[in-house]
């Protein structure tokens, strides 16, 4: 299907390698979310966007423990 079907331009790989990517990098930073859900993921030739999403958190760090991680 990305690579386009039933007579469909092919889907811009580049904008989803991005957008995967970028998802991976928020999780990295964001130890606190537990879950994310992006519900249709649309492609096309001109680019990718999530037009639904869900993110649940859990255990956010208090502003104390965020305050002693950034202290040397």
């Known amino acids: 299907m990305l690579r386009g079907a039933r007579g469909r331009e ?4 580049a904008a989803l390698s991005h957008l995967v990517r970028a998802v991976g ?3 990295a930073a964001a130890p606190e979310i537990s879950e994310l ?3 249709p993921v649309l492609c096309g030739r001109d680019g990718c966007v ?3 999403w869900r993110i649940v958190v859990q255990n956010r760090p208090s502003q104390d423990e965020e305050c002693a991680e950034d202290s040397p």
Do not use: I, V
Not at 10 to 13: Q, W
């Open 50 to 52: 999530a037009a639904d």
């Open 25 to 27: 990098d928020l999780l």
């Open 10 to 13: 092919p889907a811009d790989l």
């Open 37 to 39: 859900d992006l519900n």
